[in-house]
């Protein structure tokens, strides 16, 4: 069974500063990918970035960065120099290739609030 | 941007009433999905739904649950009966190519059902 734990329920972190929030995963899958959202107050769900199993490069995209330790089975989710917009929840997801099995499994959440 | 759409944002219903909650999928898109997420819970796959049939349910998806694509555009999830720990948040999700792993899912703005 595939699994995603994010043991940090709540971070703090200065503006301009970096955070790291935390995701490990469990799949007997070789292949599968890692997804992080961002859900804001307004409780829309916003796709930040994505990393598959066999990319050979952490993925980045613009301030959001993907600590990918395969043998880990971490995908740690890097925010560089965070904003007071950052403060949200954040969710780690997987998807695992299996035929028909296309749903996204996801963690609790991480809540995150950034302060001036 | 294309963006999913749902109606209506918020619903209240008397437990025991039917329920149907609406998505407007990014129109090329050919993979539907609905969420939900109970009040700070993490979010939940309930089913997914391709070529009008649905390809797989989750547990939490028994008969009280229905999902269809009336008219081509429309893509719906009705709760026959509602109970109170229907109560949630329903997400709807689309993608264009479900078999991809990398392919993003993404998330309409929510409708929040609270049953009494």
């Known amino acids: 069974a595939q699994k995603i734990t994010q043991t940090q329920p709540g971070m703090f972190v200065q503006e301009k500063e970096a955070v790291t929030l935390d995701c490990t995963y469990d799949?007997?899958?070789?292949?599968?990918?890692l997804f992080w959202y961002k859900q804001p107050s307004s409780g829309e769900m916003i796709f930040l970035i994505y990393?598959?199993?066999?990319?050979?490069q952490n993925a980045t995209e613009g301030r959001y960065s993907l600590n990918f330790q395969k043998a880990r089975k971490s995908a740690n989710l890097v925010i560089s120099a965070s904003q007071l917009g950052d403060s949200a929840m954040y969710f780690c997801?997987?998807?695992?290739?299996?035929?028909?099995?296309?749903?996204?499994?996801f963690g609790t959440g991480t809540l995150l609030a950034v302060q001036p | 941007e294309p963006e999913v759409t749902q109606t209506p944002s918020h619903q209240v219903t008397q437990m025991g009433q039917e329920v149907i909650l609406r998505c407007v999928p990014i129109?090329?898109?050919?993979?539907f999905y609905w969420y939900r997420q109970i009040l700070g819970q993490k979010v939940e796959f309930l089913v997914s739904?391709?070529?009008?049939?649905?390809?797989?349910k989750s547990e939490i998806f028994d008969d009280q649950f229905s999902v269809e694509r009336p008219d081509g555009s429309n893509f719906t999830l009705k709760i026959r009966s509602t109970k109170l720990e229907d109560s949630a948040m329903y997400f709807c999700?689309?993608?264009?190519?479900?078999?991809?792993?990398?392919?993003?899912?993404?998330f309409g703005p929510g409708t929040r059902l609270l049953v009494l």
């Open positions: 739904f391709y070529n009008n049939e649905i390809s797989e």
């Open positions: 999700a689309t993608t264009s190519q479900g078999a991809l792993l990398k392919e993003t899912q993404y």
């Open positions: 990393q598959g199993s066999y990319d050979q």
């Open positions: 129109s090329n898109h050919l993979y």
């Open positions: 799949t007997s899958d070789p292949s599968y990918g």
């Open positions: 997801a997987m998807r695992a290739y299996g035929g028909a099995t296309n749903k996204l499994i």
